[in-house]
């Protein structure tokens, strides 16, 4: 735990300058940032729901394309461009 006193006479801003410097000279905002944006592993009935739902989703566009209601350029992925 990082710990900062104000010293006599020091206003806040520089109280706030002092311990914002010391908090990035310990590292500690690196790890909370990639704390953040880190994605949980999923566990292992996670993993098997995802696999099952595919291969349904991919078992029915393959029905549709077989019995004629679909065709394989209604499933194609398009791209968006970017500005």
Do not use: C, H
């Not at 010293?7 to 905002?29: N, P, Y």
């Not at 790890?31 to 696999?51: D, M, S």
């Amino acid at each position: 735990m990082i710990e900062v006193k104000r010293k006599q006479g020091e206003s806040f801003d520089g109280l706030f300058r002092r311990f914002k410097r010391r908090i990035s000279q310990s590292g500690v905002d690196l790890e909370v940032r990639k704390r953040k944006v880190r994605e949980p592993v999923p566990n292992r009935n996670a993993k098997r729901k995802t696999k099952v739902r595919g291969i349904r989703v991919a078992s029915k566009i393959e029905w549709m394309i077989k019995s004629g209601k679909a065709t394989e350029e209604d499933f194609r992925q398009r791209r968006k461009r970017r500005r």
